[in-house]
């Protein structure tokens, strides 16, 4: 297992992460705990989760599994979504993010969590006041490392903007959704990660199990999977080109004698900025499969044909500046008149 330093801190994660999603869905008590065994046993250390996964379910169950191998491992949880029907049981506002850590510790069975990400957007609070009170958490030990999701390139600009004028923990993590099917971030959020040095650990590098060998070239319900159940499943994100990509990584995939799964997930933790993947299963079975994920690398035809298939159409002004820098490099020594 390959461990990477999250963004410019020294915090070292490992590139294969554990989504917990799962824990009291599909997965009760002993087959979660089947999951973190296996994945500790494979050199995963770190373990992501959210307060109201399964109903609350997924904080509690992960703590329990975890045990006394918490201090070896890295756990992060979000805040946003509702935890009640109050109008504070949301958001980003002070209040809520004071309560919800509390939930969160509790449900976890843990002192602190290392990283706490604010889950979703929430334009009705001010970035400073959330920036603020995920501040006071870091100084009073309950949070190592702040971060957040779904957040848009110039929005976490500002939020970084803001960390660093007024002297406040800043975001040292993104987390948004990446895939061979959903390339968005390469435009400006993982340009932007890079330059400031957020680490970036990215959700569903499967697609909702769209790239896992499964479907086929043109089929986007299977029965017993979650496109049949609606759940988690980012259909509506793919890019239009979707099953061409596809059927190119099932040839390359089988070119390589390797798992579509396998072969997806290691393109995404290959390329530039990215930290970890989290990965999910139903399962301890599924899990195994998806683990051997390490030790190895796509070759050069592999990147290639995947990378042109799936490859973002231009958009302005990228497309316009692209050669910008050879433009300049060639004006050296033009005589002037």
Known sequence: ???????????????????????????????SQRMVDMAIDAGVNFFDTANTYADFKSEVLLGKTLGDRRNDCVVATKFFNPVGPGPND????????????EGSLSRLSMDHVDIYYIHHVDVETPLEEML?????????????????????????????????????????????????????????????????????????????????????????????TRSEESWVYP????????????????KTAERLGRSPAQVAIRWVMD???????????????????????????????????????????????ESMESGMVERRSAAVGIPQS
């Not at 297992?1 to 554990?18: A, D, I, N, P, Q």
């Not at 030990?141 to 390139?153: D, H, L, M, P, T």
């Not at 600009?157 to 390469?186: G, H, T």
């Open 90 to 101: 949301s958001g980003m506002s002070r209040l809520h993010i004071m309560n919800a850590i």
């Open 132 to 224: 603020r009170a995920l501040d006071d958490l870091v100084h009073q030990g309950k949070v190592r490392y702040i971060a957040c999701s779904n957040y848009q390139a110039w929005r976490l600009c500002d939020a970084l903007w803001i960390s660093e004028s007024k002297n406040l923990e800043r975001f040292e993590c993104y987390q948004p959704q990446y895939s061979l099917v959903v390339r968005d971030i390469e435009q400006e959020l993982v340009p932007l990660c890079l330059q400031k040095g957020v680490g970036v650990v990215v959700w569903s590098p499967l697609a909702g199990g769209f790239l896992t060998g499964k479907y086929r070239p043109g089929e986007r319900s299977l029965p017993g």
């Open 235 to 250: 259909q509506r994100y793919y890019a239009q080109n979707a099953d061409e990509t596809l059927e190119s990584l099932l």
């Open 1 to 31: 297992m390959e461990y990477r330093r999250l963004g410019r801190t020294g915090l070292k994660v490992s590139e294969f992460c554990l989504g917990t999603m799962t824990f009291g869905h599909s997965a009760d008590e002993n087959e």
């Open 271 to 317: 390329q530039p900025g990215i930290t970890s993947a989290i990965v999910g299963a139903r399962g301890a079975e599924q899990l195994e499969k998806n683990l051997d994920i390490s030790g190895w690398q796509i070759d050069e035809e592999g990147m290639n044909v995947l990378g042109d298939v799936s490859h973002l159409p231009e958009r302005y002004p």
